[in-house]
C-alpha cells in the first residue's frame, strides 16, 4: 500500500487550497493523500479550483485506501467570515489548527509524512515562530534545522526566524559543530560547505573575526572527524559554486543569506525540508500570497516539488528500514 502523507490546507484566506488542488492529480498515483481543511471551507472555495480527482471526506485518518483519491479531514469551522486575501486572527486559527492536527497525526505514524501549505505568522499571533518552530516543539525534538532542497544543491540554515543581531549572537564554535555533524548525519555523503558570516570571510580579521574565531574551529574540529566540510567561504561566491556542482550543501549562518540565492536559482524549484523530526516534513518555498489569493493565477510548481520531494524522502526512509 502507498504511504499515507497529509497536506495541510494552509490559512484559508491564501492560496494554499488553490495550489493544493492544481497540484494533486500530477502526484496522486505516489501516495495516499490526506488534506485537513474544514469543510464549510472548502466546499466554498475549492470549485474556483476544480482538481483533477474525486475527493472523499474520512472522519479518521486510518481510514484511508489505496484508491486513487484525495482524502479530505474535516476539521469542523465554519466560514466565519473568511475572506480571499484578507489577514484574519479566524484564518490564522484555522491555518494553526490544520497544522497541530496533522502533525499529532504524523507523531503516532498515522502519517508518514507531512507537507504544509503556507500560513501567515501575523495571523497566528502569540509567540508562534513558524511551522518549522511549531513542529519541533510539538515533536519535543531539541535539535532541528531548516533545509532547502533545489535541484542542484541544498541549503541548510545555521539560525532561523531571529533578527541578523540575535542570529550572529547565537552563533558559537560549539553550535555549528553539532550542526555539521546534524548536517552530515542526516546528509550522509554530502560535501558540506560552511558560507561565511562576513564579507570575503572576513578579510583576515580586516572585516570582523567571526569567520576565524567561530567558524573556522568547528570546521576544523569536525574535518578532523572525517566529515566532508570546508570553509568558512566566501558567501559571495560559494553559492554559484554550489549550484556548479562543486558542494552538495551550504550552511548558511543567517536566514536570507541562504534565501535569497536558493529562491533566486530555483524559485518554484526549491522545498522547505525540515531535518530531525521523526517523520518527513516539506512545504513550498513561497508564503500566503494574499494579494493573488483567489484569483486562480497562482503557480502550483513549488508545491507540486513540496509534494514529489515529501514521496521521495517516504521512500527512502521505507528502502532504509
Known amino acids: 500500500m502507498r504511504p499515507a502523507i497529509g497536506i495541510t490546507a494552509g490559512d484559508p484566506a491564501g492560496v494554499g487550497l488553490e495550489v493544493v488542488l492544481k497540484s494533486i492529480s500530477s502526484v496522486l498515483p505516489l ?44 476539521l469542523g469551522a465554519s466560514l466565519a467570515g473568511i475572506e480571499w486575501g ?3 486572527s479566524h484564518a490564522g486559527r484555522r491555518a494553526l489548527a490544520y497544522l497541530e492536527t496533522a502533525s499529532s497525526e504524523a507523531l503516532v505514524g498515522n502519517i508518514a509524512a ?36 533545489a535541484p542542484t544543491f541544498k541549503v541548510v540554515l545555521g539560525t532561523i526566524h531571529v533578527s541578523l543581531r540575535d542570529a550572529i549572537n547565537q552563533i558559537t564554535s560549539d553550535h555549528y559543530a553539532r550542526l555539521i555533524r546534524f548536517v552530515h548525519e542526516h546528509l550522509p555523503q554530502s560535501r558540506i560547505a560552511v558560507a561565511a558570516i562576513n564579507p570575503h570571510a572576513g578579510e583576515g580579521g580586516i572585516f570582523g573575526r567571526e569567520d576565524i574565531d567561530i567558524l573556522a574551529p568547528a570546521v576544523r574540529q569536525c574535518e578532523a572527524e572525517g566529515i566532508a566540510v570546508s570553509g568558512p567561504h566566501s558567501a559571495d561566491s560559494l553559492y554559484f559554486r554550489a549550484h556548479s556542482g562543486e558542494f552538495d550543501v551550504v550552511i548558511a549562518p543567517y536566514h536570507d543569506q541562504g534565501l535569497i540565492p536558493i529562491k533566486l536559482i530555483a524559485h ?35 508545491m507540486k516539488a513540496a509534494m514529489r520531494c515529501a514521496a521521495e524522502l517516504v521512500g527512502r526512509r521505507t528502502t532504509k528500514t
Not at 46 to 65: K, Q, V
Not at 120 to 149: C, P, S, W
Request: proline content about 6%; charged content about 25%; aromatic content about 12%.
Open 268 to 302: 518554484g524549484e526549491a522545498t522547505n525540508v525540515t531535518l530531525g523530526l521523526p517523520y518527513v516534513r516539506t512545504s513550498p518555498d513561497h508564503g500566503t500570497a494574499f494579494a493573488i489569493a483567489g484569483k486562480g493565477v497562482a503557480d502550483p510548481s513549488g
Open 114 to 149: 507531512l507537507v504544509t501549505a503556507p500560513v501567515n505568522k501575523a495571523a497566528i499571533g502569540g509567540d508562534f515562530r513558524g511551522q518549522t518552530d511549531f513542529l519541533a516543539e510539538q515533536a519535543q525534538v531539541t535539535q532541528y534545522a531548516m533545509a532547502f532542497f
Open 86 to 88: 484578507q489577514m484574519s
Open 31 to 74: 501516495a495516499r493523500w490526506v488534506l485537513f481543511t474544514d469543510r464549510a471551507i472548502f466546499e466554498r472555495d475549492a470549485p474556483r479550483f476544480d482538481p483533477a480527482c474525486d475527493c472523499r471526506w474520512i472522519e479518521r485518518t486510518t481510514e484511508t485506501t489505496d484508491e486513487p483519491v484525495l482524502f479530505l479531514r474535516d
